[in-house]
């Protein structure tokens, strides 16, 4: 490998007593793309962060050209020639497209005067934009573009820097076939160019599109690099997970086909779901699989009526033809969101008004009989809180996400839509939460459980229907497949 632009000698860091990062020692070389794959909390973003300058690594150095080069902040990284897109967009809404792409750059009318050049600003924003083979207006806002637009924008941003490195997490999640090959045109455009490119991507499909190098982390180290070529799942699932486990053992399922309760059709909201049909019958736990930018939330969201898709959806064998999340509640179906902070919890409520916020009955109704309706709930999930009356802001994560679900447990549900429930919370939570379905499902209630912790689907779910890509690429029977194959066709690989 030639000499590398930006390089990485026995980087590692930790928090607190986990190790994220263990010895890794790897070169990106000028003219290259290199890519970075393998299974959630394999070190991937940690590696970046240190990169961008997000983060200081406690072990091992960084250089450039080099160069011992230690990257104090963003702000270090960005001098250095070093441009980052994030997963998570750090647009500002409340400005222009132009404002944002320009935003520590924008052009001045004069030395003298600090009066802003729009006109030449929008001018230079729709050339970089032009890059990418979008024709969006510069003068718009950019709280009123769609998710996939604003992720354009933001690599317009980044590569309007002409940057020397460019690092790219997750860059293709949010955006349709075109944009995908827009962007990859692109990005071999820059490499051509002398562009350092750092890719991290889940997507197994991209790589000999995009690639030139392909390195595997797990568990924080870094595995070993192949040529994007030779990038296959039959070679990169076993570096991401060490020997191939064996097939579950079978086991009979909880209960006999009563027919579906939930049936959802041809789900589409563009550009993120693309026909997506669904059946759950009473007592069975369908898993939707689903890496970064595969649909998976979309398709919950719509079902319950949180976002306006195409599709029918039917309840207990009722057509709901106005969905909403007041239609839906009312026919017994929950939803726990992803975002437990911003919609699920009320943060300055208590604990006690937040578990009974679904289950009130109109009018009055003293503490304590709010206390008395959701201690036995709480209990059950395990709720470690010295009072309920506690504000729910002052739990940890795994507490909060217990009182999101012990919400919806209050009053009889026959469906339960799950949207990855065990997110950024810890083991003991963790195994809680999943007796707790199997629970609700050995109860007669239907769950569907969307998540990206495929070894936590595995192990649970009765079926798990696979999304990439806003589609369904699979529908297999865990107790028959592998984890390496599951995530195998979550990562694109063909069925």
Same mark, same amino acid.
């Given at each position: 490998?030639?000499?590398?632009?930006?390089?990485?000698?026995?980087?590692?860091? /930790?928090?607190?007593?986990?190790?994220?990062?263990?010895?890794?020692?790897?070169?990106?070389?000028?003219?290259?793309?290199?890519?970075?794959?393998?299974?959630?909390?394999?070190?991937?973003?940690?590696?970046?962060?240190?990169?961008?300058?997000?983060?200081?690594?406690?072990?091992?150095?960084?250089?450039?050209?080099?160069?011992?080069?230690?990257?104090?902040?963003?702000?270090?990284?960005?001098?250095?020639?070093?441009?980052?897109?994030?997963?998570?967009?750090?647009?500002?809404?409340?400005?222009?497209?132009?404002?944002?792409?320009?935003?520590?750059?924008?052009?001045?009318?004069?030395?003298?005067?600090?009066?802003?050049?729009?006109?030449?600003?929008?001018?230079?924003?729709?050339?970089?934009?032009?890059?990418?083979?979008?024709?969006?207006?510069?003068?718009?806002?950019?709280?009123?573009?769609?998710?996939?637009?604003?992720?354009?924008?933001?690599?317009?941003?980044?590569?309007?820097?002409?940057?020397?490195?460019?690092?790219?997490?997750?860059?293709?999640?949010?955006?349709?076939? $075109?944009?995908?090959?827009?962007?990859?045109?692109?990005?071999?455009?820059?490499?051509?160019?002398?562009?350092?490119?750092?890719?991290?991507?889940?997507?197994?499909?991209?790589?000999?599109?995009?690639?030139?190098?392909?390195?595997?982390?797990?568990?924080? /180290?870094?595995?070993?690099?192949?040529?994007?070529?030779?990038?296959?799942?039959?070679?990169?699932?076993?570096?991401?997970?060490?020997?191939?486990?064996?097939?579950?053992? /079978?086991?009979?399922?909880?209960?006999?086909?009563?027919?579906?309760?939930?049936?959802?059709?041809?789900?589409?909201?563009?550009?993120?779901?693309?026909?997506?049909?669904?059946?759950?019958?009473?007592?069975?736990?369908?898993?939707?699989?689903?890496?970064?930018?595969?649909?998976?939330?979309?398709?919950?969201?719509?079902?319950?009526?949180?976002?306006?898709?195409? !599709?029918?959806?039917?309840? $207990?064998?009722?057509?709901?033809?106005?969905?909403?999340?007041?239609?839906?509640?009312?026919?017994? %179906?929950?939803?726990?969101?992803?975002?437990?902070?911003?919609?699920?919890?009320?943060?300055?409520?208590?604990?006690?008004?937040?578990?009974?916020?679904?289950?009130?009955?109109?009018?009055?109704?003293?503490?304590?009989?709010?206390?008395?309706?959701?201690?036995?709930?709480?209990?059950?999930?395990?709720?470690?809180?010295?009072?309920?009356?506690?504000?729910?802001?002052?739990?940890?994560? !795994?507490?909060?996400?217990?009182?999101?679900?012990?919400?919806?447990?209050?009053?009889? /549900?026959?469906?339960?839509?799950?949207?990855?429930?065990?997110?950024?919370?810890?083991?003991?939570?963790?195994?809680?939460?999943?007796?707790?379905?199997?629970?609700?499902?050995?109860?007669?209630?239907?769950?569907?459980?969307?998540?990206?912790?495929?070894?936590?689907?595995?192990?649970?779910?009765?079926?798990? %229907?696979?999304?990439?890509?806003?589609?369904?690429?699979?529908?297999?029977?865990?107790?028959?497949?592998?984890?390496?194959?599951?995530?195998?066709?979550?990562?694109?690989?063909?069925?």
């Amino acid at each position: 490998m030639s000499a590398g632009a930006l390089e990485v000698r026995g980087l590692g860091h /930790r928090y607190g007593e986990t190790r994220v990062l263990k010895d890794v020692t790897l070169r990106f070389a000028s003219g290259r793309v290199h890519a970075l794959v393998g299974r959630n909390g394999a070190g991937k973003s940690t590696l970046l962060r240190a990169l961008s300058g997000a983060l200081q690594p406690a072990e091992g150095e960084i250089r450039i050209a080099g160069a011992f080069a230690p990257l104090g902040s963003p702000h270090d990284a960005v001098a250095r020639g070093i441009a980052t897109v994030h997963q998570e967009l750090t647009l500002i809404p409340s400005l222009t497209i132009a404002e944002n792409i320009l935003l520590d750059r924008l052009p001045r009318r004069s030395r003298f005067l600090p009066l802003l050049d729009h006109r030449a600003a929008r001018e230079e924003a729709a050339r970089t934009l032009g890059r990418l083979g979008v024709t969006l207006d510069p003068a718009a806002k950019v709280a009123t573009l769609s998710f996939a637009e604003r992720q354009l924008v933001e690599i317009a941003r980044a590569i309007g820097r002409a940057p020397r490195v460019l690092l790219l997490d997750e860059p293709t999640s949010a955006l349709s076939g $075109a944009d995908v090959t827009r962007l990859i045109d692109l990005v071999r455009a820059l490499a051509s160019e002398g562009v350092a490119v750092v890719h991290v991507t889940h997507r197994l499909d991209e790589l000999p599109r995009i690639a030139d190098d392909v390195s595997v982390l797990r568990d924080g /180290r870094l595995v070993g690099s192949i040529a994007a070529a030779d990038a296959n799942a039959e070679r990169l699932v076993p570096m991401m997970f060490g020997a191939v486990e064996p097939v579950r053992a /079978r086991h009979e399922r909880p209960s006999t086909p009563r027919g579906p309760v939930l049936v959802a059709r041809d789900m589409s909201l563009a550009p993120r779901l693309r026909g997506v049909s669904l059946e759950v019958e009473p007592g069975e736990v369908v898993g939707v699989a689903g890496l970064v930018g595969s649909g998976r939330t979309e398709l919950l969201e719509s079902i319950f009526g949180a976002r306006r898709a195409e !599709g029918t959806v039917v309840v $207990a064998g009722e057509r709901v033809e106005r969905r909403s999340p007041r239609a839906m509640a009312a026919l017994g %179906v929950a939803l726990v969101p992803e975002d437990r902070k911003h919609q699920g919890l009320a943060l300055r409520l208590s604990i006690a008004d937040n578990a009974a916020l679904a289950s009130l009955p109109r009018g009055f109704l003293t503490r304590a009989g709010v206390r008395a309706r959701v201690r036995g709930v709480l209990a059950q999930l395990g709720l470690s809180a010295p009072s309920l009356e506690l504000p729910v802001e002052s739990l940890s994560g !795994g507490n909060q996400q217990k009182v999101v679900v012990g919400k919806w447990l209050l009053t009889p /549900r026959k469906i339960l839509l799950l949207d990855e429930p065990t997110k950024g919370i810890d083991l003991e939570a963790r195994r809680q939460l999943l007796a707790t379905i199997r629970d609700a499902a050995a109860a007669g209630m239907a769950v569907v459980w969307a998540s990206s912790e495929l070894e936590e689907l595995h192990d649970t779910a009765d079926r798990i %229907v696979v999304l990439v890509a806003g589609q369904v690429a699979a529908s297999v029977d865990p107790r028959e497949t592998t984890l390496a194959r599951l995530f195998a066709l979550a990562m694109g690989e063909a069925a």
